[in-house]
């Protein structure tokens, strides 16, 4: 089994305790955040082999994040240093059920990311992306258009659309262009719904009708797979929820690790599920180490929903 690939952009994260305001805060907790990177971490926790790729400031928050990696069991080796740019980072405000987000990476590293290197894709089956990295740049928008476009190995995408990238208006055909582009696409209803109105996940299927696997998440209630002419729908298990950021990208790595082993539709929704729960539970965006064990108990047992176009 071939490598998974997973390219973009690692920050750092800074949020206060549980239940206490940023503003009134006297001590941050500190850990590795963005997208892919949760991604990748989840994979190799999974025992999936992964490797990142991307740019980080030569600076100490660059080095925690590689540490990051490559403690989980991700290669790190192609996670480039820039020594003239910084590590961007955001910071959590979590008020009672609202979580606010405030970024700061303009002009950093992982802005001016432009080529995999291509050292970086030998042995890799499967390159993972996500809708973050093309907003921040337009070499980042380049890299994501070659690496979708080459068609070389399997690619997933998630769209992660986020407003205060871009507008609506803009993000939504550049979005679906790549979306059509990748062998396996996840996107949440809601975001599905404002950028390309759609109200279903079967809405979202007419607007992407190209990829070979799409999963649409339609938060608490449940998550759909479009598989081929399959269709198949598992409900979401109740949790409670302490924080949400990062629960999409565990999903996606439940999901891809589930369908690089092998494993059903179904499955793979279960195990994004309960990957994606346990994210829920905590405040730091993978800092729960679920193991395939705890997944494969998960997924056993339960109803889905199978049918066909």
Request: charged content about 20%; aromatic content about 6%.
């Amino acid at each position: 089994m071939g490598a998974v690939l997973c390219v973009g952009e690692a920050l750092i994260s800074l949020v206060a305790p549980a239940g206490t305001p940023l503003e009134s805060a006297d001590e941050l907790f500190v850990s590795a955040g963005g997208a892919e990177l949760n991604v990748a971490v989840h994979l190799a926790r999974l025992g999936v082999a992964t490797r990142f790729a991307g740019r980080v400031g030569s600076d100490a928050f660059g080095r925690r994040l590689r540490r990051t990696l490559e403690d989980a069991g991700v290669d790190a080796a192609h996670l480039e240093e820039d020594p003239d740019r910084v590590t961007g980072m955001y910071v959590k405000d979590v008020t009672g059920s609202v979580t606010t987000m405030r970024y700061y990476r303009s002009a950093s590293a992982a802005t001016t990311y432009r080529h995999v290197p291509d050292q970086a894709l030998h042995g890799v089956e499967h390159v993972h992306l996500t809708g973050i990295t093309p907003a921040l740049s337009a070499d980042c928008l380049a890299l994501v258009q070659d690496l979708l476009g080459a068609h070389r190995v399997h690619t997933s995408f998630d769209v992660n659309y986020r407003r205060a990238l871009w507008d609506p208006a803009v993000a939504g055909g550049v979005l679906e262009g790549l979306a059509q582009e990748a062998d396996t696409v996840f996107v949440g209803l809601d975001e599905a719904a404002e950028i390309w109105g759609c109200a279903t996940a079967r809405d979202v299927r007419r607007v992407l009708p190209r990829p070979a696997e799409l999963v649409v998440k339609d938060g608490a209630h449940e998550a759909v797979a479009f598989v081929g002419s399959e269709i198949v729908s598992v409900p979401a298990p109740r949790v409670e929820v302490v924080e949400p950021v990062g629960a999409g990208d565990a999903f996606a790595a439940g999901y891809l690790a589930a369908r690089t082993l092998d494993r059903e539709p179904e499955v793979a929704l279960r195990w994004g599920h309960g990957l994606a729960g346990a994210v829920l539970q905590q405040l730091g965006d993978h800092g729960i180490h679920v193991g395939r064990e705890q997944l494969e108990a998960m997924a056993e047992g339960g109803a889905a929903t199978h049918g066909t176009r």
